[in-house]
């Protein structure tokens, strides 16, 4: 199983990014999926998990109206579209994939991680 998070960047605050994980090794439709960030010397934090069939989505309160998770299960793909980003964005973001059916935003909860894009804001 692998996933392969890809699309981080530097960018200006206020801009925007548009994260990818593509699925390989595993049915993506089967797997709530989830984002996770975590900044230098900060503990690894949730940031948003969409159900399998993409109708449901959780977001922690700091990006909510500012990042969107969607999923192509056709593609094995799940995104997560970032805008007006801030400084307190900058992160390593990684997707996460869970075999529970609920949106968890403990990340003990999730069997499969990517291995991370880097995602500057400069301000």
């Known amino acids: 199983v692998q996933l392969q998070a890809s699309g981080g960047g530097l960018v200006q605050a206020g801009g925007s990014l548009r994260l990818s994980c593509v699925a390989s090794?595993?049915?993506?439709?089967?797997?709530?999926m989830g984002w996770f960030r975590q900044a230098p010397g900060k503990e690894r934090q949730f940031v948003a998990a969409?159900?399998?069939?993409?109708?449901?989505?959780y977001y922690i309160d700091s990006v909510k109206g500012r990042f969107t998770i969607s999923r192509d299960n056709a593609k094995n793909t799940v995104y997560l579209q970032m805008n007006s980003l801030t400084p307190e964005d900058t992160a390593v973001y990684y997707c996460?994939?869970?075999?529970?059916?609920?949106?968890?935003?403990?990340?003990?909860?999730?069997?499969?991680w990517g291995q991370g894009t880097q995602v500057t804001v400069s301000s």
């Open positions: 996460a994939a869970s075999n529970d059916y609920r949106l968890w935003s403990e990340g003990a909860k999730y069997d499969y």
């Open positions: 090794g595993l049915t993506l439709y089967y797997y709530v």
């Open positions: 969409i159900n399998r069939s993409g109708y449901s989505t």
